[in-house]
């Protein structure tokens, strides 16, 4: 490949690296895409019978590189030796109190950050194969206006918020263009809130999913509130009612783009059994189906290489891995190059490309910022059962999420705690029960009442040891799992330089220096988290539900902080939005980017993705990148 006439090199092949890829094929652009994982599969069947047969149902487990023992079905750190694999990824099974170690997890995790602070797991996961998204929920929420100007409007927070380079009304274009690609169903008249707008006339590509039982049972419970009961938010009025509202989905609520509409299978995450759900591979095809594009798959890009004066990409290095032990390197020269490797293994790559020592720090980093501020939005989870009285919810119904609350995500308490948005989940206790060492419900607490056992927290009898059989078994089964629900509350994270990516000196299969991780919590998202707890007392008690959540003992993300006097235990979870670790900003010395996610230290060389994020609000990332994207593209395709 090193002596074609390439206009476009495209390191990854998911959200941001399909659309660029995508638009450049439209304009006839000559385009080579490298994925380090598989290439797109013929059907995702194989990916199927890897989820059924999987004990843990967790986002990674349909997708290659494999992580189970195919005769047993079980976790095997055997099989996902991450110094073997050529392409390793993390998965959630190794967020346990072993979670520091590097035999066992691809993610290097530190205990202890650079300021010599402790330092706690980092729990969000990705794939390494084409459109490696595939296990993402689907949900598309606009940033809200407030989110791009943390420090002109709140300028109280603390100092890692910082304004972006560009405002809603600079993204709202290619918020409407990434909603017609992607396919997003939801009520306009919904979506007016917090300063989000739409041009006149403006509507979705499909109407919303319908809301669910235990959607209406939450707007119900939050419908008339004592300002006194809701003042803990620091909203600049204390709410007397808190919306709930349809959430923005790539998901069909009708046929679109020769995509059959949601059958309601309860299993947008991992995997969608009938691919009513967009995912990157769709836009990748429609790329491929252009001659000027091509992909390499299994094809690791080892190195971006400068010309001699250190301002421009010449080429990237590469290792093609091919299938079992055989290897060989490469090298691919174009006039544009875009990083689209996620948040963590683009600035992995951007660090190990020293070129022969002229540059120790890495490319693009002459700020010295590639690879800090990593961020999530920690997931706080609660669960509850409500009351025998109670109208049954009947969960597992409805794609895993409908409904949501997105007007807590912005005010004036920004200055002193991080924000948060509240999901509504529609699978009951399905990921959340016995911490997920015994896979998840219905199956836990069916087995619980079976072996008279109480793993779930659903049958506090269960300590007596005597099963349930029978017409018994069936009243309770009935009487319990209709009434199961959970929420989640996505809180917003302090851009701290201290949480970062680095090198690793332990290597995978293709002898690369893995990613290294610090990672902590701030207190400020500690904050966020505390107030998230409040919101959820307060929504159980309206609904008079019961409280099932726990935290286990030997859970490493636990934390106590104190609520109206009271010592308690808190957790988080990872989201799966990996933001951060190469920001864009004006300034060339405190950020990695410009607007147009170009590297200010060299002209022909973009870097895409969630990384480029100032600051992570607290919407789910992918629309937001789909249009950073999406404007990138334009840039890149007047350049070549």
Known sequence: MADDNVDVVIVGSGFAGALIANELAKLGKRVVILEAGDGIPIDINKYMERFYKAAAKVPESPYTPTLFDEDTGLFSPEVNDPSKMPAGRPTVLTITEDWANPQKSYLVQDKKKDDGQP?????????????????????????????????????????????????????????????????????????????????????????????????????????????????????????????????????????????????????????????????????????????????????????????????????????????????????IKAKIFVIAANAIETPRLLLMSQNAGRKPEGVANSSGMVGRHLMDHPYYVAWGLLPKESKALYPYRGPLITSGIEDLCDGPFRNERGAFRVDIGNEGWNFVVAGGAAGGDPDVTTIDFVNGVNRSGANPDGNTGVGMFGKNLVDKLNETITRQFRVGFLVEQTPDPDNRVTLSDFKDGLGLPRPKIAYSLSPYTKRGIVAAKQLQDLLFGKMGAKDRTTVQPIDPTLFEEEINGQRVQLNYGGAGHIMGTYRMGRNPKESVVDSFQRSHDHDNLYLVGSGTFPTGATANPTLTLAALALRTAEQIAKRV
């Open 119 to 331: 330092a706690t797991p980092f729990g969000s996961t990705y794939d390494r194969v084409a459109g490696g998204t595939s296990h993402w929920l689907g949900t598309c929420l606009r940033f809200v206006p407030a989110d791009f100007e943390m420090r002109k409007r709140y300028p109280n927070c603390p100092k890692g918020f910082v304004d972006w380079p560009i405002n809603y009304n600079d993204l709202e274009r290619h918020y409407r263009k990434a909603e017609e690609e992607l396919g997003v169903s939801a009520d306009i008249g919904e979506q007016n809130y917090l300063g989000i707008t739409f041009p006149a006339g403006h509507r979705y590509p499909m109407p919303r999913i319908p809301e669910s039982l235990t959607d209406r049972a939450v707007r119900n419970a939050l419908k008339n509130l004592n300002p006194a009961e809701t003042a803990f938010l620091g909203m600049s009025r204390p709410p007397t009612e808190i919306p709930v509202r349809g959430v923005p989905a790539a998901r069909n609520s009708q046929p679109y783009k020769n995509r059959r509409a949601c059958a309601g299978n309860t299993n947008c995450i991992p995997i969608c059994p009938i691919q009513a759900k967009y995912d990157p591979t769709i836009t990748l095809n429609e790329a491929l189906n252009h001659k000027s594009v091509t992909m390499m798959k299994k094809t690791v890009a080892k190195e971006i290489v400068l010309d001699g004066d250190l301002r421009r990409v010449t080429q990237i290095n590469y290792i093609d891995y091919g299938t079992g032990a055989a290897q060989k390197e490469g090298r």
